[in-house]
């Protein structure tokens, strides 16, 4: 068994925990991260994308309410090419308490949050379809934001400054001996080898999961998993985040995120992170709460249901899941549990990640004896090799805003594109995603066709990869095919091609059973025909039934599930 030695173990490859790998490294600590999946594997890529303002919580959660208000000015300052300055609107429909809006008004004072009420008709000349029978209307800073592209950048960052970053290693067990955790055991999920690491702490950072990691020391950690389920409809028909001005609850958020608007969520408990569906109540809820935002919002086609799971930390009774603070805890079991080398970091918000690391890597630090500050509320993120390039960025520690020109996200890829003279190398067209930016993702260590959809949006539009999935897993096979070669070339006695040839057949049907699990809950309609399309793509044309006997390193095929046929023959 190959072993390993650092100073920090990281479990845990979302936003928090790519945060914590990039601290610690930056202060000059021993760090590798590890995550079962791909980056954003877990929560961080299965939320609605939003940049808090803190508004949503500054009567139920004044503290988490500060902290994004506070977080929300740093990472537009570090990761101005992963947000987009939308704006938000808090606004009274008339469903809602009208007298909430004064309720509102003065807790964003209380707690910090930038707030402006201003005329409803100004709101409706910024954002025409928006219900006219809105009574009031308030400003805050809420923002969309990319999370794929930062956990990406993050870590690029992270391994710039020397941490390794362990991608499909999932733990298995952690090593104690007496009352100190002193390493772990890593299954690599793409080989089944084991590695051992030895390390000074282990900091756990698992989200959702964090519970089930602090189990293999014997310890308890209650993390509470609730599911927010979203729906992302055609049309970006805002430009603006539109919140209903009430408490929170579910279905009350249209974010405009790129080409798309995302209507949430639902906060419905389940009792394994790994284990939930969406039920067809949940989106005809949410479809009808779209309507008294935006009239005729169930008229917009429905592109594909996700749900994420929320990691709540349950350190006292509460009668529901809105209930639990969506503010963060950082647990030394040493003090907590009388076990010393492991720390717990739970809870929290995709938009206070930064801050978590911050708090959680000052606690390491200080163990270990190093001195060194924090530097990541000023240092502003590389971009990776897949992404648009956009001019360089002068930050100051001062300043609040990088001082590069606005651009919508829109407008990116079509520019990038017309600056390229790429047209005719387009594999996406929903998305504008070019051959390059699809071999940057797969040379950067892209694993299967999942793992190039986070980083481009390859397969995100319209047709949910209908016309790029083909062509997307030709290129995973040329590339693979190459990097095999090279490997034969340099001493290895298989070259590897047909190695090749297997693991594209099962990413192809790996993306086209995921892609499944997200269209069943809105097939009807554009989005019906739609997907009859890609069946007679992948099964009447390409045969892609063939493929079964890899079924098991992928998933079944899509077309197999009667719902298809049936729902076909009734439109």
């Given at each position: 068994m190959?072993t390993?030695?650092?100073?920090?173990?990281?479990?845990g490859g979302g936003?928090?925990?790519?945060?914590c790998?990039r601290d610690?490294?930056m202060r000059?600590?021993?760090c590798i991260?590890?995550?079962?999946?791909?980056?954003t594997h877990?929560t961080?890529g299965r939320?609605?994308?939003?940049?808090?303002?803190?508004?949503?919580?500054?009567?139920?959660?004044?503290?988490?309410?500060?902290?994004?208000?506070?977080?929300?000015?740093?990472?537009?300052?570090i990761m101005p090419?992963c947000i987009?300055?939308t704006?938000?609107f808090?606004v009274t429909?008339?469903w809602?308490d009208?007298?909430?809006?004064?309720?509102?008004?003065?807790?964003?004072r209380k707690?910090?949050?930038?707030?402006?009420?201003i005329?409803?008709?100004?709101?409706l000349?910024?954002?025409?379809v928006?219900?006219?029978?809105?009574?009031r209307?308030?400003e805050?800073?809420d923002?969309a934001?990319?999370?794929?592209?930062?956990a990406h950048?993050?870590a690029?960052?992270?391994?710039?400054?020397?941490?390794q970053?362990?991608?499909?290693?999932?733990?298995?067990?952690?090593i104690?001996e007496?009352d100190?955790?002193?390493?772990a055991?890593?299954?690599?999920?793409r080989?089944?080898?084991?590695?051992?690491?030895?390390?000074?702490?282990?900091?756990?950072?698992?989200?959702?999961?964090?519970?089930?990691?602090?189990?293999?020391a014997?310890?308890?950690?209650?993390?509470?998993?609730g599911?927010g389920t979203?729906v992302?409809m055609?049309?970006?028909?805002v430009?603006?985040?539109?919140n209903?001005?009430?408490?929170?609850?579910d279905?009350?958020i249209?974010?405009p995120?790129?080409?798309?608007?995302?209507?949430?969520t639902?906060d419905?408990?389940?009792?394994?992170?790994?284990?939930y569906g969406?039920e067809?109540?949940e989106i005809?809820?949410?479809?009808?709460?779209?309507?008294?935002?935006?009239?005729?919002?169930k008229q917009?086609?429905?592109?594909?249901a996700?749900?994420?799971?929320?990691?709540?930390?349950?350190?006292?009774?509460?009668?529901s899941d809105?209930?639990?603070?969506?503010?963060?805890k950082?647990l030394?079991?040493a003090?907590?549990?009388?076990v010393?080398?492991?720390?717990?970091?739970?809870?929290?918000?995709?938009?206070?990640?930064?801050?978590?690391?911050e708090e959680?890597?000052?606690?390491l630090a200080?163990?270990?004896g190093?001195?060194?500050?924090?530097?990541?509320?000023?240092?502003?993120l590389?971009v990776?090799?897949?992404?648009?390039k956009?001019?360089s960025?002068d930050?100051?520690?001062?300043?609040?805003?990088p001082a590069?020109?606005h651009?919508?996200w829109?407008?990116k890829?079509?520019?990038d594109?017309?600056?390229?003279?790429?047209?005719?190398?387009l594999i996406?067209e929903?998305?504008?995603v070019?051959?390059?930016?699809?071999?940057?993702?797969i040379d950067?260590?892209?694993?299967?066709?999942?793992?190039?959809r986070?980083d481009?949006?390859?397969?995100?539009?319209?047709?949910?990869?209908?016309?790029?999935?083909?062509r997307?897993t030709a290129?995973?096979?040329e590339r693979?095919?190459q990097?095999?070669?090279?490997?034969?070339?340099?001493?290895?006695d298989?070259?590897g091609?047909?190695?090749?040839?297997e693991?594209?057949?099962a990413?192809?049907l790996?993306?086209l059973?995921?892609?499944?699990?997200?269209?069943?809950p809105v097939?009807?309609g554009d989005?019906?025909?739609q997907s009859?399309?890609?069946?007679l793509?992948?099964?009447?044309v390409?045969?892609?039934?063939?493929l079964?006997?890899?079924?098991?390193q992928g998933?079944?095929?899509?077309?197999?599930?009667?719902a298809?046929?049936?729902?076909?023959?009734k439109?």
């Amino acid at each position: 068994m190959q072993t390993l030695s650092t100073d920090v173990l990281v479990v845990g490859g979302g936003a928090t925990g790519t945060g914590c790998a990039r601290d610690l490294a930056m202060r000059g600590l021993r760090c590798i991260m590890v995550e079962k999946g791909d980056l954003t594997h877990g929560t961080t890529g299965r939320y609605h994308g939003l940049l808090h303002s803190g508004g949503r919580y500054v009567t139920k959660d004044p503290q988490s309410a500060t902290e994004c208000a506070h977080e929300n000015v740093v990472l537009r300052r570090i990761m101005p090419h992963c947000i987009e300055d939308t704006s938000g609107f808090f606004v009274t429909t008339p469903w809602d308490d009208p007298g909430y809006g004064d309720i509102f008004l003065a807790n964003c004072r209380k707690t910090q949050v930038p707030v402006q009420e201003i005329p409803v008709a100004e709101v409706l000349r910024r954002e025409p379809v928006l219900n006219p029978q809105i009574s009031r209307a308030f400003e805050v800073p809420d923002g969309a934001a990319d999370s794929f592209l930062a956990a990406h950048s993050t870590a690029l960052s992270a391994r710039e400054h020397g941490a390794q970053i362990l991608t499909y290693h999932s733990v298995v067990d952690l090593i104690r001996e007496g009352d100190r955790v002193v390493g772990a055991v890593l299954e690599d999920l793409r080989t089944s080898e084991h590695k051992r690491i030895t390390c000074a702490y282990v900091l756990n950072a698992a989200g959702a999961w964090a519970g089930k990691i602090a189990g293999f020391a014997g310890l308890t950690v209650t993390v509470v998993p609730g599911k927010g389920t979203m729906v992302a409809m055609n049309h970006r028909m805002v430009n603006t985040v539109i919140n209903r001005c009430k408490l929170p609850a579910d279905g009350d958020i249209l974010v405009p995120i790129r080409t798309v608007a995302v209507i949430g969520t639902t906060d419905i408990h389940v009792p394994d992170p790994d284990v939930y569906g969406i039920e067809p109540e949940e989106i005809q809820f949410m479809l009808d709460e779209g309507e008294k935002l935006v009239p005729g919002f169930k008229q917009y086609r429905a592109l594909r249901a996700w749900a994420g799971v929320r990691p709540l930390y349950k350190d006292k009774d509460a009668a529901s899941d809105r209930d639990i603070p969506r503010t963060y805890k950082l647990l030394d079991h040493a003090e907590r549990d009388g076990v010393d080398g492991i720390v717990s970091i739970v809870g929290g918000k995709w938009t206070t990640y930064r801050l978590m690391a911050e708090e959680t890597v000052d606690h390491l630090a200080k163990k270990l004896g190093n001195t060194t500050p924090c530097r990541t509320a000023h240092e502003v993120l590389p971009v990776p090799t897949s992404e648009f390039k956009i001019q360089s960025i002068d930050v100051t520690p001062e300043s609040t805003q990088p001082a590069v020109p606005h651009l919508f996200w829109m407008g990116k890829p079509l520019a990038d594109v017309e600056k390229t003279d790429s047209y005719g190398d387009l594999i996406c067209e929903c998305e504008l995603v070019t051959r390059a930016r699809v071999q940057a993702a797969i040379d950067s260590g892209a694993n299967n066709l999942d793992d190039i959809r986070r980083d481009v949006r390859m397969g995100m539009g319209p047709c949910q990869g209908g016309w790029c999935i083909y062509r997307t897993t030709a290129l995973l096979f040329e590339r693979r095919t190459q990097q095999n070669e090279t490997v034969g070339m340099n001493g290895a006695d298989d070259p590897g091609a047909p190695f090749a040839i297997e693991h594209s057949n099962a990413a192809l049907l790996h993306f086209l059973q995921e892609r499944w699990k997200g269209l069943t809950p809105v097939l009807w309609g554009d989005q019906l025909r739609q997907s009859r399309i890609d069946e007679l793509i992948y099964v009447g044309v390409m045969g892609v039934h063939h493929l079964r006997p890899h079924a098991e390193q992928g998933g079944g095929m899509v077309t197999d599930h009667p719902a298809v046929q049936t729902e076909y023959v009734k439109a």
